[in-house]
């Protein structure tokens, strides 16, 4: 199984291709995954390089961590796994969600319609 890098700081003119022949020299890179937002579609500046194994991660740490990457220093640290998302408690934002199964609380009516 691979190890996933966290790269920050990434030069708006890399590519895919810069990126895998910069981390090449600490072994195998398995995946990139540049991040672009998702309203503009621009790219973010950061991404993902997973390697080949934990001691070839360790490489491109030790190595390419401050390395310079066109115009700019990168920063390169282990992916840390994504924190689970919260639920939200319950219908819309700033409303009481219902019990299980949607019913109305005990001894509550639907109120009747008068026209």
């Known amino acids: 199984m691979g190890k996933q890098l966290y790269v920050t700081n990434i030069s708006f003119e890399a590519t895919e291709d810069d990126l895998r022949r910069m981390f090449s020299v ?5 995946t990139i995954k540049m991040l672009f937002d998702e ?3 621009k790219f973010r500046g950061c ?6 194994n934990q001691a070839e991660a360790k490489e491109a ?7 310079l990457l066109i115009d700019r220093q990168l920063t390169v640290v282990e992916a840390r796994p994504p924190e689970p998302k919260a639920k939200p408690a319950g219908g819309w934002p700033g409303r009481p969600s219902r019990p299980e199964g949607g019913s109305r609380p005990a001894g509550t ?6 026209f």
């Open 26 to 30: 600490a072994g195998t890179v398995k």
């Open 39 to 41: 309203q503009t579609g």
């Open 47 to 52: 991404g993902f390089v997973e390697m080949a």
């Open 61 to 67: 740490v030790d190595c390419l961590d401050e390395a």
């Open 109 to 114: 009516t639907k109120p009747k319609k008068r």
